[in-house]
């Protein structure tokens, strides 16, 4: 699978995010975020974390996750994948993140900083076991919620109960 067909996957997923430009607090209680700091798109740590990721965008979806790609000038927006300047700056400011290297920092629901790995490789299964130990997903697990697989269990073992999309 090529970078490019990465990218558009990624900004399919990731448009809502881009086109409102909101910032970490529209995202409280909804969302948890993956923020990628990466110099350039084309930076060779950016593109091998995004591929992973792309691989697990099914896991990542049932966890409500949203990706954030941002450059220190913002100056790849018109791909729709990476934020604007401003945006991006709030970004840089808020997070303390040194513009040119590949940092990827785990929020969660409550907006606050739960993993952040530089200059590095993080398997997606660190990211997907550390939000399913988060009290917000268990509640979730336990739900029904977001978690297809616990939905199918359920409405077998109850003669097809409400399903929660």
């Known amino acids: ?3 490019k067909t990465i990218y558009i996957a990624l900004a399919l997923m990731m448009f809502p ?4 430009g909101q910032f970490l607090n529209d995202y409280q209680w909804k969302s ?21 990721l792309y691989r697990q965008q099914e896991a990542f979806e049932e966890r ?3 990706f954030i790609s941002i450059t220190p000038e ?9 934020l604007d300047e401003a945006m991006s700056r709030k970004y ?3 997070f303390g993140v040194y513009q040119y290297q590949f940092e990827m920092i785990l929020v969660g629901l409550d907006s606050h ?22 009290p917000m997903r268990r509640l979730e697990i336990r739900r029904g919620l977001s978690n297809k697989s616990q939905i199918a269990n359920d409405d077998k073992g109850k003669g097809g109960g409400r399903r929660q999309y």
């Open 1 to 3: 699978m090529s970078m």
């Open 64 to 66: 409500n996750v949203v």
């Open 32 to 52: 948890r975020l993956v923020l990628l700091f990466t110099p350039e798109p084309t930076d060779p740590l950016y593109e091998r974390q995004m591929a992973l």
């Open 113 to 134: 900083e739960k993993f952040r790995a530089k200059n590095t490789i993080t398997p997606p299964s660190i990211l997907l076991n550390l939000i399913d130990e988060m």
């Open 74 to 82: 913002g100056k790849h927006e018109n791909s729709g994948v990476f």
């Open 17 to 20: 995010l881009v086109s409102s």
């Open 92 to 94: 840089y400011d808020h």
